[in-house]
């Protein structure tokens, strides 16, 4: 049963198009976040929700659109796709009572455009 | 603001000997620090963490990381590296007093083990 699931694993895709992936958490957490690892490996916050409220709000284009629809879910749609939107996607979550600071994330969304 | 800085992008070490990668952070209160793992194409795990307390923390898979305050470092040790053990390593920093719990990751350090 994994705890932090996205899919899909792999999108390919022409620049201009728009997606969307889609992250579920099991763990009964109430705050969610999504990340972005570029090709170097660095790993930077995009957003956060806690309890379907946006907390963080990174410097992120707003062709990218979080949405919670329940505190188990968090979805990003990316709108107009850019090529160097390619990149891998994390999910994760986390307590927020009593924050411990640990984060479980997916396995990642692999995004390329073409 | 916090930062985190990992100083070795990559590091080689034969397989049954010790390792250690290192972590700088810069935060304002008492940090909350953590070491991540990530294994080729999978999500980010975490070895070990330090909020408070004993300076020397255990974590699974062997690995210990001790916090010096006055060097603002966490690094990481390991006595002797399985080739398993090859993968990329994020050490970060948070605090309770962060907008809400946000983490700030070092740029990671890849780790090479030779049979």
């Known amino acids: 049963d994994t705890a932090v699931s996205q899919t899909p694993k792999y999108l390919v895709t022409q620049m201009g198009n728009d997606k969307s992936i889609k992250c579920e958490q099991n763990l009964g957490h109430d705050t969610m976040y999504w990340y972005k690892q570029d090709s170097k490996k660095f790993l930077k916050i995009m957003f956060s929700?806690?309890?379907?409220?946006?907390?963080i709000n990174e410097t992120v284009p707003n062709r990218f659109s979080p949405k919670s629809p329940d505190k188990a879910h968090l979805n990003l749609h990316i709108n107009s796709l850019e090529l160097g939107d390619s990149a891998v996607y994390f999910c994760?979550?986390?307590?927020?009572?009593?924050?411990?600071?640990?984060?479980?994330f997916g396995e990642g969304s692999r995004l390329t455009v073409l | 603001a916090q930062s985190v800085t990992q100083p070795d992008i990559h590091i080689t070490v034969s397989e049954g000997a010790s390792l250690e990668l290192r972590c700088n952070y810069s935060y304002g209160a008492t940090p909350y620090l953590f070491w991540y793992v990530q294994s080729p194409g999978q999500g980010l795990q975490l070895l070990l963490k330090?909020?408070?307390?004993?300076?020397l923390v255990q974590g699974i898979k062997g690995f210990e990381a001790e916090f010096k305050r006055s060097q603002s470092s966490f690094n990481l040790r390991k006595p002797s590296v399985h080739w398993s053990d090859a993968a990329e390593y994020f050490c970060a920093v948070g605090g309770k007093d962060t907008n809400a719990g946000k983490s700030t990751f070092g740029d990671g350090t890849t780790l090479t083990v030779k049979p």
């Open positions: 929700y806690n309890n379907k409220e946006l907390i």
């Open positions: 994760a979550s986390s307590r927020s009572g009593g924050w411990t600071g640990e984060l479980f």
């Open positions: 330090y909020f408070s307390g004993d300076t």
